[in-house]
């Protein structure tokens, strides 16, 4: 009875699998979701009921053109029978140096009445990870430890991160004592991309090396070494664990971009297409930001129900309004929060939805207040998203809570010292220094983030107001070009009319601007 590929339940003894859910019901009514290859591996017992499997034909069509050894296999069949339940060990047999048998009547059960299609809470083709044991000195069972309080906290920080799935920690237990093959690992787990590392222990000092892969062709995406001091060992784990997210996600979204290139647009995902769309936001210039538009609009025509393309298209509008580009403020202010909104309703815990509707409310309401304790929660919600902890430091410095806001921005930027937008999180981290009226400290953040992408308009404005304070006005006026050639509609009546800052703060910050020569 083949039914690979189908969502019907196929009851066998006193059990019985819903695969299009991958749960397999006990006896008593216990549901166990199995992890894809224990599915497969029930699923070829069920195609061949009565009749002994043996091992090498399990292995070419569970693993098929992977080198697997045998412990693989016994791993699933403990899974399932204990998955059984009491009637696991009855049900399915082992005959030594032959096979598996799998007894009692298969047979399909009565279909029940379609249950109403779930709201999708991720986009279906979103990048999935497993953290692998470490390799650690067997002789001492401190090296152990440790690693483990690594792994730990790598995966903590990862499962933040709303754009990756995370393998439960557990589950990749399976590969502590296996040599590594990436592509054996990605299929048994079900994840495109596997990390695996290695600590060692010497005259007091500790040296973590980490190996990030994917898992179609076993290539190694990134490999980075950690050194620290033993006595340090509890913060060398915390920081070890933030440095390492902060790393990898930037490569795991440039190879997830790099595979929605390679696609034919017949087989583009919702997906793919924000991944491309933020390729062109990135750039910050009109004409890909234009593109971008369109892909995001692509995106929700392919998944109406994904929250991602409305959250960035939300986004999209800010950034027009950031740049001074738009037309029409108040209508893509509204515009923007009505998408926000959208994205919301599809996802409640959408926490870079949930971080976007809170910018908003301070940058386009000046609801600062609200603002705050919104982004309070989205970093509860999804606590290693760079972007809101950037966009809860510029809510404080319009609040003019400098050191507050400080922190949240380096935090923001230790999360993400790599990726696409980290020229937001070093703009922040130089907004936040003028706040505090460190204003050598925000002239240098100004230019780094200027250096990293040149095309952010608010930064530019930042570095002026920043060499005028310190009383550096000819390099103010020397950098005013730069500003224009991005924003060539600035004016200081259009900016004050826009901009989040309030009172004595948004006059100081205009009359820095005008001492530059800015237009009027």
Same mark, same amino acid.
């Given at each position: 009875?083949?039914?690979?590929?189908?969502?019907?339940?196929?009851?066998?003894?006193?059990?019985?699998?819903?695969?299009?859910?991958?749960?397999?019901?006990?006896?008593?009514?216990?549901?166990?979701?199995?992890?894809?290859?224990?599915?497969?591996?029930?699923?070829?017992?069920?195609?061949?009921?009565?009749?002994?499997?043996?091992?090498?034909?399990?292995?070419?069509?569970?693993?098929?053109?992977?080198?697997?050894?045998?412990?693989?296999?016994?791993?699933?069949?403990?899974?399932?029978?204990?998955?059984?339940?009491?009637?696991?060990?009855?049900?399915?047999?082992?005959?030594?140096?032959?096979?598996?048998?799998?007894?009692?009547?298969?047979?399909?059960?009565?279909?029940?009445?379609?249950?109403?299609?779930?709201?999708?809470?991720?986009?279906?083709?979103?990048?999935?990870?497993?953290?692998?044991?470490?390799?650690?000195?067997?002789?001492?069972?401190?090296?152990?430890?440790?690693?483990?309080?690594?792994?730990?906290?790598?995966?903590?920080?990862?499962?933040?991160?709303?754009?990756?799935?995370?393998?439960?920690?557990?589950?990749?237990?399976?590969?502590?004592?296996?040599?590594?093959?990436?592509?054996?690992?990605?299929?048994?787990?079900?994840?495109?991309?596997?990390?695996?590392?290695?600590?060692?222990?010497?005259?007091?000092?500790?040296?973590?090396?980490?190996?990030?892969?994917?898992?179609?062709?076993?290539?190694?995406?990134?490999?980075?070494?950690?050194?620290?001091?033993?006595?340090?060992?509890?913060?060398?784990?915390?920081?070890?664990?933030?440095?390492?997210?902060?790393?990898?996600?930037?490569?795991?979204?440039?190879?997830?971009?790099?595979?929605?290139?390679?696609?034919?647009?017949?087989?583009?995902?919702?997906?793919?297409?924000?991944?491309?769309?933020?390729?062109?936001?990135?750039?910050?210039?009109?004409? =890909?930001?234009?593109? @971008? $538009?369109?892909? !995001? &609009?692509? /995106?929700?025509?392919?998944? +109406?129900?994904? %929250? #991602?393309?409305? *959250?960035?298209?939300?986004?999209?509008?800010?950034?027009?309004?950031?740049?001074?580009?738009?037309?029409?403020?108040?209508?893509?202010?509204?515009?923007?929060?009505?998408?926000?909104?959208?994205?919301?309703?599809?996802?409640?815990?959408?926490?870079?939805?949930?971080?976007?509707?809170?910018?908003?409310?301070?940058?386009?309401?000046? =609801?600062?207040?609200? @603002? $705050?304790?919104? !982004? &309070?929660? /989205?970093?509860?919600?999804? +606590?290693?998203? %760079? #972007?809101?902890? *950037?966009?809860?430091?510029?809510?404080?410095?319009?609040?003019?809570?400098?050191?507050?806001?400080?922190?949240?921005?380096?935090?923001?930027?230790?999360?993400?010292?790599?990726?696409?937008?980290?020229?937001?999180?070093?703009?922040?981290?130089?907004?936040?220094?003028?706040?505090?009226?460190?204003?050598?400290?925000?002239?240098?953040? =100004?230019?780094?983030? @200027?250096?990293?992408?040149?095309?952010? /308009?608010?930064?530019?404005?930042?570095?002026? %107001?920043?060499?005028?304070?310190?009383?550096?006005?000819?390099?103010?006026?020397?950098?005013?070009?730069?500003?224009?050639?991005?924003?060539?509609?600035?004016?200081?009546?259009?900016?004050?009319?826009?901009?989040?800052?309030?009172?004595?703060?948004?006059?100081?910050?205009?009359?820095?601007?005008?001492?530059?020569?800015?237009?009027?």
């Amino acid at each position: 009875m083949e039914i690979r590929g189908s969502a019907r339940k196929v009851r066998f003894g006193e059990c019985l699998l819903d695969e299009g859910r991958g749960v397999l019901v006990a006896p008593g009514g216990t549901e166990t979701v199995l992890r894809p290859k224990t599915l497969d591996l029930l699923r070829l017992l069920l195609a061949n009921p009565g009749r002994v499997v043996p091992r090498a034909e399990i292995l070419d069509t569970v693993w098929p053109g992977l080198f697997v050894t045998d412990d693989s296999i016994t791993q699933c069949v403990v899974e399932l029978r204990k998955a059984m339940g009491a009637a696991g060990a009855a049900t399915l047999k082992t005959l030594p140096r032959r096979g598996y048998l799998l007894q009692g009547e298969v047979a399909e059960a009565p279909a029940a009445p379609p249950a109403p299609a779930p709201i999708s809470r991720r986009a279906d083709d979103r990048p999935s990870i497993a953290v692998l044991p470490f390799r650690a000195n067997a002789g001492d069972p401190r090296d152990a430890y440790f690693a483990d309080g690594i792994i730990e906290g790598i995966v903590h920080v990862l499962s933040g991160l709303d754009g990756l799935f995370v393998v439960s920690r557990g589950s990749a237990l399976a590969f502590a004592q296996t040599s590594l093959d990436p592509r054996a690992a990605g299929s048994e787990l079900g994840v495109r991309y596997v990390l695996y590392g290695g600590v060692r222990r010497a005259g007091g000092r500790l040296r973590v090396t980490t190996e990030l892969s994917e898992t179609e062709r076993g290539t190694i995406l990134r490999t980075d070494r950690y050194d620290g001091v033993e006595a340090d060992l509890f913060e060398m784990q915390d920081r070890i664990a933030e440095q390492v997210a902060g790393l990898i996600l930037p490569q795991v979204k440039a190879e997830e971009l790099a595979r929605a290139m390679r696609k034919p647009p017949s087989s583009l995902t919702a997906y793919d297409y924000v991944l491309r769309a933020l390729d062109e936001m990135r750039r910050m210039d009109r004409s =890909a930001m234009d593109r @971008a $538009r369109l892909l !995001l &609009d692509l /995106a929700k025509q392919a998944d +109406p129900q994904s %929250a #991602l393309p409305y *959250s960035y298209t939300a986004w999209w509008y800010s950034l027009r309004i950031a740049q001074g580009w738009s037309d029409d403020v108040a209508a893509e202010a509204e515009a923007s929060g009505r998408f926000a909104d959208q994205a919301l309703e599809r996802d409640r815990q959408d926490g870079f939805a949930l971080a976007l509707r809170g910018f908003l409310l301070g940058y386009m309401k000046h =609801a600062f207040e609200e @603002a $705050r304790r919104i !982004l &309070d929660q /989205a970093v509860a919600i999804s +606590p290693s998203n %760079a #972007l809101a902890w *950037s966009w809860g430091g510029a809510v404080r410095c319009w609040l003019g809570e400098g050191e507050e806001a400080l922190a949240w921005a380096e935090r923001a930027l230790r999360l993400a010292p790599s990726d696409a937008f980290t020229f937001l999180h070093e703009h922040i981290v130089a907004q936040a220094h003028y706040t505090c009226e460190n204003h050598d400290q925000a002239i240098a953040w =100004a230019r780094r983030a @200027a250096k990293t992408n040149p095309e952010h /308009a608010p930064n530019w404005r930042v570095l002026i %107001a920043g060499l005028v304070a310190e009383g550096r006005v000819e390099e103010a006026r020397a950098e005013v070009p730069r500003l224009l050639a991005v924003e060539p509609g600035f004016s200081l009546a259009g900016f004050a009319a826009r901009t989040p800052l309030r009172g004595a703060m948004r006059d100081r910050f205009v009359e820095r601007l005008a001492a530059a020569g800015l237009p009027a």
